[in-house]
């Protein structure tokens, strides 16, 4: 396997469906491709030993066994990157975390691309040789490389004008977010609103008539009356 980080494997065990759900499209977004999840330290143990993951991002507070107790049975067999995930602030919560292995601590609430940050931080230095690969954002059936200036659906390449793709790209770094017409046109053309409505409008129409399966119906981009736009992307689509 060539040694980028979009190849590597991160495991996260949270009981919060959300922050599970929050951290993936983030990471995706990141080009951290390679994500498996896991809601308890039961399930999240199994998944380490059969994925063998490069990163865990571990909470503390589980249903079943907290943070500490999985930390320590999982450096009896590897030196995997371990970083915890807590609302615990305390400095002991934070030195017994890192007594344990631990190799940081993340305090709750945090930023998405902040643990992405640190992610790749930490991948860096276990693995000193480890290239960048692809600028590419996944998002449901969307693939957009950003070196290539490719997008596609299901894995069918999507012909774009630069207009088109610039729009699509921002409202892609922003799945599930209003965007209003000031940010879109401000964002994609670099001007002041005023006059663009139109524009946006025939340029939101030619995006869905090519990624919508029903362009009068659109299942992605919708339009927010009085809002703005974003594109929809669902979970169990990511």
């Known amino acids: 396997m060539e040694n980028k980080i979009s190849n590597k494997k991160i495991l996260i065990i949270d009981d919060e469906e959300d922050i599970l759900n929050l951290l993936s499209t983030v990471l995706k977004k990141e080009g951290l491709r390679n994500i498996f999840k896991a809601r308890d330290a039961k399930s999240g143990y199994t998944l380490f030993e059969k994925e063998d993951p490069d990163i865990i991002l571990l909470d503390i507070m589980l249903p079943d066994e907290d943070g500490y107790e999985i930390c320590k049975k999982i450096r009896q067999n590897s030196n995997v990157p371990i970083l915890f995930m807590s609302a615990k602030t305390e400095e002991v919560d934070r030195v017994l975390g890192f007594a344990l292995g631990a ?56 012909e774009l004008k630069p207009m088109e793709y610039k729009m699509f790209l921002y409202l892609a770094k922003h799945p599930n977010h209003i965007l209003s017409k000031e940010q879109i046109c401000n964002e994609v053309w670099g001007e002041d609103y005023i006059g663009f409505d139109n524009t946006i409008m025939v340029h939101i129409r030619k995006l869905r008539e090519k990624i919508e399966v029903n362009p009068s119906k659109p299942r992605f981009i919708v339009n927010v009356k009085g809002l703005g736009y974003k594109l929809v992307i669902k979970e169990e689509q990511s």
């Open 103 to 158: 190799d940081d601590y993340i305090t709750k609430p945090f930023s998405p691309r902040e643990v992405a940050y640190r992610i790749k931080a930490n991948l860096r230095r276990t693995n000193p040789n480890i290239e960048e690969g692809n600028n590419i954002i996944e998002l449901g059936p969307f693939t957009i490389d950003e070196d290539k200036v490719e997008i596609r659906k299901n894995n069918e390449l999507i």
